[in-house]
Every structure is written in C-alpha cells, then in structure tokens.
C-alpha cells in the first residue's frame, strides 16, 4: 500500500517525500508522528499521553487518524515502525538478541510472532536470506 510505502520509505531518510501526506486528513498529525516513531524506536518509549501532547492533538484525533489512514493503532504504528528498523539491522549482521535489545524487544516468542507477522519469515530465517555475503553493520 501507499502508507506502508511511505513508511519504510522514511525509515532512511525521515525527510522523504515518497507519499503525499497533503491528501490526507489530519497530515500534519501523522507527519509528525511517524517522524516521533522514528526518532524514538531506540530511545525510551513514549505514552500516549505523551505522544498527544508532543504532537498538540487529542487522544482520540490522533487515535482516529491513524486508524483511518494507516488501519493501525498508535502502539502499532511504533512497533511497525521497530519492525522495519529491526529488518534494516538484521539485514546489516546483527544477531536477533542485539536487534532485539537495541528495539525494546523483550519477549523473545512475541518477537518472532510480530516479525513473521509483518514479513512472513522468522527473524532467525530472515538472516538466512540475506546470506554469507551481506554486509555486516556494526553491533553495539
């Protein structure tokens, strides 16, 4: 879809203009909280509350818009937004254990389900797929 795309699109560059947030209710909003998803995937995690008033919105403006946009909840947008981040390291040579760590994974069983759900491979099978020749990123 054109929000998924617009998603992982942004996960390089948050800057990307890959969809046209213009045509969609509430853009602003939602600009500024798939930017706040980015910023934070490493950080502390945020509440709600806190996200609303970051983001000057009430609770259910910001519930609603990104239900009615992206067909997901706030908490699930983040953990989307994880997800691909967790994809991008595991990508790069990290170890599952790191990536979780790094992404504020702490169930190792949700972990994997959330992952699979997302991409249809496990994390463990997603290094297999990328093979002995990607390109190892540094692991902290």
């Not at 609770?59 to 994809?87: H, I, K, N, P, W």
């Not at 170890?95 to 959330?114: E, I, L, P, Q």
Request: aromatic letters at 10%.
């Amino acid at each position: 879809s054109q929000v998924y795309d617009y998603i992982t699109s942004t996960l390089e560059d948050p800057d990307a203009k890959a969809f046209d947030l213009s045509a969609v209710k509430n853009s602003q909003v939602l600009a500024g909280l798939v930017a706040l998803a980015h910023k934070t995937a490493e950080g502390e995690p945020l509440t709600l509350p806190k996200i609303c008033q970051m983001l000057l919105v009430s609770r259910s403006t910001l519930s609603a818009a990104c239900r009615d946009t992206y067909g997901l909840s706030v908490g699930s947008l983040f953990r989307m937004v994880r997800l691909e981040q967790c994809r991008l390291a595991l990508r790069d040579g990290w170890s599952v254990a790191t990536v979780m760590k790094r992404y504020r994974f702490t169930n190792r069983g949700k972990f994997a389900a959330y992952y699979k759900a997302a991409f249809g491979v496990l994390p463990s099978g997603q290094i297999e797929l990328f093979g002995p020749d990607c390109p190892k990123g540094v692991v902290s």
